[in-house]
């Protein structure tokens, strides 16, 4: 039984080194996606996948050391393994809990911050020039669709030039000049062929919203299986203290 025991928590903490470099590579998949709009996003507002990152590797060398602690039954090194292990646990969970609560308030601040930041638009001819790069890039128009530079959503320090209703950064072409004109009198269908109609905000969220829900499934695998290591490391640990050379 102890032998088993001893090889189930090798397996287990080998999962949770799989797990956590999982964990590691979404978060980073994450963060570069933060990279692709650092334009338009606040400092501290990708706050929550670094703290995973930072969790995820911290429980990727965890389970790594796990799996040769377990291999000497130490009732000092598994039961030091065991409350770091709970310890993690109950910061991933408080963690998770709060960014399933804060959701909206997140999605908020993040919404309002990209809003100050497109007010800007026209302040100098760099923010400007800056502004309308980053909508091309990321093929995106305004905060939640195009309709926000005319429906006074957005209250830029200038509005686009020569009476065009969007910036020339939303327009789908780089050499058509009146791309951006007229787009108020047009159908969504009719300014889709000359203009990208999806707000930067709604982009963001779209493309992060798919990778975090395989991080959340990612999280609550590794939580699951790190009770399990708690649970076995605390039975070999009390199995291995009765056993008189196992003083430490």
Not at 91 to 100: D, K, V
Not at 180 to 204: D, S
Not at 219 to 243: F, N, Y
Request: charged share 15%.
């Amino acid at each position: 039984m102890g032998c088993f025991s001893k090889f189930f928590l090798f397996l287990l903490n080998f999962i949770v080194f799989v797990v956590g470099v999982v964990v590691i590579a979404l978060c980073s998949l994450i963060l570069s996606h933060g990279q692709d709009f650092q334009k338009l996003l606040s400092d501290g507002t990708l706050t929550v996948p670094i703290v995973f990152l930072a969790s995820g590797i911290v429980v990727m060398l965890i389970g790594f050391f796990g799996c040769f602690g377990a291999l000497r039954e130490s009732p000092c090194l598994l039961n030091t393994y065991a409350s770091i292990v709970l310890v993690l646990l109950i910061a991933q969970i408080a963690l998770a809990a709060y960014t399933s609560i804060e959701k909206e308030t997140i999605g908020n601040h993040i919404s309002e911050n990209m809003q100050k930041i497109f007010n800007k638009f026209g302040s100098t001819e760099e923010e400007t020039q800056s502004l309308n790069a980053a909508q091309h890039s990321l093929k995106c128009c305004g905060v939640n669709n195009y309709t926000d530079w005319y429906s006074g959503y957005l209250t830029p320090a200038a509005p686009p030039r020569d009476g065009a209703d969007v910036p020339m950064g939303c327009c789908r072409g780089t050499d058509v000049t009146s791309c951006n004109q007229n787009i108020k009198t047009m159908t969504v269908e009719e300014a889709q062929e000359q203009i990208f109609t999806n707000g930067c905000y709604t982009n963001f969220v779209n493309i992060i919203e798919g990778e975090t829900m395989w991080l959340i499934i990612g999280a609550v695998a590794l939580g699951l299986v790190q009770l399990a290591c708690v649970v076995i490391a605390c039975g070999i640990s009390t199995r291995a203290a009765r056993e008189p050379h196992r003083m430490y």
